[in-house]
């Protein structure tokens, strides 16, 4: 393809350019200049965000589970990628540097994808951004970013670039390569892009065939390592659905026996009262107690430890702890002494 035609393509993806560039950058304007979203014990601190991401993350789970146990990582990580998004996003938006700018925008994206595509209350809301970003960014790859753009202004002027073939991957204009390339390029993209549209659908969803289903709508919490030893209750607690704009409130902890008489009953003035050094935080979103019941936020995992003489009178047997959220909703785990 020769430079009119080149130009015509940056062209004509201005808009996407535009769009998708400002969708970036005003992250970075969110959190760093209208309201400073990197402060880790301020409410809306992002790393507690991205913490959200971590139940239902495909591909890099371990990388988010590894910052959000490390919270200083984390804060250092959080201030990084803000940054990169500031610079992908206005550079983007620009046309300076165009074709590298759109690398950026690509892997930003396939990261918001796997880590956050599962989120959305009322939409795919989270899915949709991540896997358009992508598309977005291969778009602009190919297309460059045309005569309304840095790249045509000021490249033209840098004499001591000129005639360096290599510079067109990076920036604007025709690529150096024959028309059946570019065409199994952008074949074989699109291809690759629709194929990881469809799988992370399907993952996230069951977008493409079998029922529906949405995991930002209905709190789970999984218990595990439950025991009793002497006159304590302990027992991990770990929030893997529902909404990420507020925890769930939980209004009971119960111990039941096996005729399913209590034998052991917290309610929500007890649980809102926990005491705060009987809860071990595994990660930087925290469960704590709240004003009216115990709070545990979309992927908090914390271990909690119940004192209580009665227990210690137990005997042996098979026990059932239930766990009661605000909405009715009980989660069990059976336990034996």
Same mark, same amino acid.
């Given at each position: 393809m020769n430079e009119q035609a080149f130009s015509l393509t940056g062209i004509m993806t201005l808009a996407l350019r535009l769009v998708v560039g400002w969708t970036y950058f005003s992250a970075f304007l969110r959190r760093v200049v209208l309201e400073n979203k990197l402060i880790p014990d301020a409410p809306g601190y992002i790393g507690e965000k991205f913490n959200h991401f971590l139940p239902n993350s495909i591909g890099i789970k371990p990388i988010i589970e590894h910052l959000v146990s490390n919270p200083t990582q984390l804060w250092w990580a959080m201030v990084i990628f803000t940054l990169i998004e500031g610079i992908v996003g206005l550079f983007f938006m620009l046309g300076f540097f165009t074709r590298l700018m759109s690398i950026g925008v690509l892997m930003l994206a396939a990261g918001i994808l796997l880590g956050s595509g599962w989120l959305g209350t009322t939409c795919l809301d989270e899915w949709q951004i991540g896997i358009l970003g992508v598309a977005a960014g291969f778009t602009i790859f190919l297309a460059g970013g045309g005569t309304f753009s840095l790249d045509h202004v000021l490249l033209p002027k840098l004499s001591f670039l000129q005639n360096q073939h290599w510079l067109v991957w990076f920036t604007s204009g025709p690529l150096s390569i024959s028309m059946k390339a570019l065409n199994g390029i952008a074949v074989l993209g699109a291809v690759v892009?629709?194929?990881? %549209?469809?799988?992370?659908?399907?993952?996230?969803? &069951?977008?493409?065939?079998?029922?529906?289903?949405?995991?930002?709508?209905?709190?789970?919490?999984?218990?595990?390592?439950?025991?009793?030893?002497? %006159? =304590?209750?302990?027992?991990?607690?770990?929030?893997?659905?529902?909404?990420?704009?507020?925890? *769930?409130?939980?209004?009971?902890?119960?111990?039941?026996? *096996? &005729?399913? &008489?209590?034998?052991?009953?917290? =309610?929500?003035?007890?649980?809102?009262?926990?005491?705060?050094?009987?809860?071990?935080?595994?990660?930087?979103?925290?469960?704590?107690?709240?004003?009216? *019941?115990?709070?545990?936020?979309?992927?908090?995992?914390?271990?909690?430890?119940?004192?209580?003489?009665?227990?210690?009178?137990?005997?042996?047997?098979?026990?059932?702890?239930?766990?009661?959220?605000?909405?009715?909703?009980?989660?069990? =785990?059976?336990?034996?002494?």
């Open positions: 892009i629709f194929v990881l %549209s469809l799988y992370t659908n399907q993952a996230f969803h &069951n977008g493409v065939w079998g029922p529906l289903h949405n995991k930002s709508v209905k709190p789970i919490v999984e218990i595990s390592d439950a025991k009793l030893d002497n %006159s =304590q209750l302990t027992f991990t607690v770990y929030r893997v659905e529902g909404a990420d704009v507020y925890g *769930s409130f939980l209004i009971g902890i119960t111990l039941k026996d *096996s &005729n399913g &008489n209590p034998v052991l009953d917290k =309610q929500a003035e007890d649980l809102a009262r926990f005491p705060e050094n009987r809860i071990r935080n595994q990660y930087i979103a925290k469960v704590k107690p709240g004003k009216h *019941s115990m709070v545990i936020p979309l992927g908090a995992k914390a271990e909690l430890t119940l004192d209580d003489a009665a227990l210690a009178q137990l005997p042996q047997g098979t026990y059932t702890l239930v766990l009661t959220d605000i909405t009715g909703t009980t989660w069990e =785990q059976a336990i034996t002494k």
